[in-house]
Each structure stands twice: as C-alpha cells, then as structure tokens.
C-alpha cells in the first residue's frame, strides 16, 4: 500500500526565484492538504484540495498557490522566495475532505539563500 | 482563538519509566483530535483519532486519552526507539479541513 509520496526531498533556492513542490496521495486517498513546518514548531496549514478546488486556506499569501490533478496529485507553488521560506514542506492526504485522519508524506526541506 | 497547546515542551526518560504528555486544546466544538509520532526531519506518522471524552486508544507502549478539555498520551515502560517529537492537532473551529497543531513534546529515552 503505497503512502503519501513528495518529491523533491531537498531543494535550495535563492531569494525571488520560485518553486514548484509535489506529492502524490496515499492509495484510495482524494483530498490533499499542504502544511510549512519551521523548525521547533508544530506544521502550519497553508490550504487544501478537493475534486481539484482549493477549499480552504491558511493565513498564507497569495505567493503560495497550488493545483490538484484529476489523479488527486498536488502541487505546491512559491513565487518570489523570502529567507522566512525556508521550512519543512508537508503533503497530507486523506479520504474526503473536512476533519477526517491526514496523512503526511516526509516531506520536502526547502532552503532559500 | 483556537488553540492547541502542548506540555512538557521536552521529556527524558530512562527506559522503562513511564511517563504522560499533556495536549490541551481550545476549540468550539471538537471533532476529532489527532496524535502523531514524528522523527527529525521526516513527515508526521499517524498514531490515534479520538472523538469523544472518554474514549481511549492503544498502540503497543501508548495509550491516548481525551477529556473536554485536554488529552494525554501515556508511554508505558518506554524504550529508546520511543525518542521522537509527539505532535497532536484538532480540527479549526469553522475551518474543519485546517489540522491546528500544537509545537509537539520531543521525547528522549536513555538506555
């Protein structure tokens, strides 16, 4: 049973530049949330997918911008990197949207230079 | 404001000496509360849903509880493969697809 993929695993970028971050659900999974974890802290939602819809979002701005694919596949966009970028990226999945268990991939470290 | 907090913020246990970390939480309304084991710089792992005060779950050396208020997990005769950082989450009052967490308690087990 495969789990919640994310590619890449490191990235290191410099400031302005952007980022593309993916992740693939695990099996039977729809929905598709991502969260920035910086170090020391809990993960810091940012917004999920459903049926390929961004349903919710976190207090990020427009800079982060995502897509769902119709295999329930997700990207993560960053324009115009800040320093404060820098974090642990997080994919979850789950089945439906709403309070349901998530379930997260291992992530992607993003440093911005 | 919706809230989850943590305590201790660090834990060190000789193996076999049981202990409880604390979750509480402010939320209208809870639907669920999530815990999660993670390990330096992975992803969270899945480890218990609670639903309602009362309830109880276990998974080999942990136990999770819940109250209306707070939830514990309790490492019964932990050993050093238990070391990792324990996160919980609830679901945003009107925001139920947003998972708040709390900045988690990291646990060191010494041989």
């Known amino acids: 049973d495969a789990g919640v993929t994310q590619s890449p695993t490191h990235l290191i970028k410099t400031r302005g530049q952007q980022v593309t971050l993916r992740c693939s659900p695990k099996s039977g999974h729809d929905t598709v949330s991502w969260y920035q974890q910086a170090l020391g802290q809990g993960p810091q939602f940012i917004f999920q997918?459903?049926?390929?819809?961004?349903?919710q979002r976190g207090n990020f701005p427009d800079r982060f911008s995502g897509h769902q694919f119709p295999n329930y596949s997700s990207e993560l966009n960053v324009n115009a990197l800040l320093l404060g970028d820098s974090a642990l990226y997080l994919c979850?999945?789950?089945?439906?949207?709403?309070?349901?268990?998530?379930?997260f991939g291992p992530g992607t470290r993003l440093t911005v230079t | 404001e919706d809230q989850v907090t943590q305590s201790p913020e660090a834990l060190r246990l000789q193996e076999g000496e049981s202990s409880s970390l604390n979750c509480s939480y402010t939320v209208s309304g809870l639907r669920g509360l999530f815990w999660y084991r993670q390990d330096p710089g992975k992803g969270p792992e899945f480890l218990f849903t609670?639903?309602?005060a009362g309830e109880e779950k276990e998974k080999e050396r942990l136990k999770a509880t819940l109250t209306k208020k707070e939830s514990f997990l309790h490492i019964t005769a932990p050993k050093p493969e238990d070391s990792a950082t324990y996160l919980c989450a609830v679901p945003a009052s009107y925001n139920t697809d947003k998972l708040i967490f709390g900045t988690g308690t990291r646990l060191q087990v010494f041989p």
């Open positions: 979850a999945s789950s089945y439906l949207a709403g309070a349901y268990e998530q379930y």
């Open positions: 997918y459903y049926e390929e819809e961004e349903r």
């Open positions: 609670l639903y309602s």
